[in-house]
């Protein structure tokens, strides 16, 4: 079965620091899709980015980045220079593919904070 | 804002009783998802549906049923409640059925069971 550990619950940071969000997964497929989404106060859940399991490149997107391990089954999100706006519950995601259809396995979240 | 509407934002209802939570996809979606998050269950796979017909199953009661109508909106239907059932509702929706196709979620229905 599909697994995805987040080990830390919550992060606390003051603004302007680097964070951090670990996330590992298990799975036994060899082609797989890993996502971040972000939930905010309010309650929906953003979408913020999705990478194929060939695709080991890192990727930044402004203050954000992705580090993806295979070798290590690891997919960790950095926000550089964090802000208030960045407090929120992150949730790391593995995508399945049951008999062609699609589904998510989540993680737990990591709540951020971030103070001033 | 992903696009994806679902009604009714909030919900209180009492144990035993039914409800019905609507979704409508983004235009052009053809899947949607259905998930539940709660406290101690955390983020579930429900079910997802691809033009009007089930594609995958999760951990979905059998007190709990959905279906994708032909202009694709979908409805969650949620029976014989109980206290355990109070969570806060997603839907999602896809262009297309595979996992090489984002999830995108609308804002949730909480469901309070009383």
Do not use: M
Not at chain 1, 28 to 48: A, H, I, M, N
Not at chain 2, 21 to 48: K, T
Not at chain 2, 56 to 61: D, P, Q
């Amino acid at each position: 079965a599909q697994k995805v550990t987040q080990a830390q619950t919550e992060i606390s940071v003051v603004e302007k620091e680097d964070v951090t969000l670990d996330c590992v997964y298990e799975t036994r497929d060899t082609t797989y899709y890993l996502f971040w989404y972000k939930q905010p106060p309010s309650g929906e859940l953003v979408f913020l980015i999705r990478r194929n399991s060939f695709d080991e490149q890192n990727e930044i997107s402004g203050r954000y980045s992705w580090n993806f391990q295979k070798s290590t089954s690891s997919f960790n999100f950095t926000i550089t220079a964090s802000q208030v706006v960045d407090s929120a519950v992150y949730f790391c995601a593995l995508s399945e593919a049951p008999g062609g259809g699609n589904k998510l396995t989540f993680g737990t979240g990591t709540q951020l904070k971030v103070e001033l | 804002d992903s696009g994806v509407t679902q009604t009714p934002k909030h919900l209180i209802t009492a144990t035993g009783q039914r409800v019905t939570l609507r979704c409508s996809p983004r235009s052009g979606d053809l899947s949607v998802y259905w998930y539940q998050q709660s406290l101690d269950q955390g983020l579930q796979f429900l079910i997802q549906y691809y033009n009007g017909e089930e594609r995958a199953k999760g951990n979905i009661l059998e007190r709990f049923s959905a279906q994708q109508f032909p202009d694709l909106h979908s409805e969650l239907n949620l029976s014989s409640l109980e206290l355990g059932d109070s969570a806060l509702y997603f839907c999602a929706s896809s262009e297309g059925l595979a996992d090489t196709y984002e999830q995108y979620f609308g804002p949730g229905t909480r469901l309070t069971v009383t």
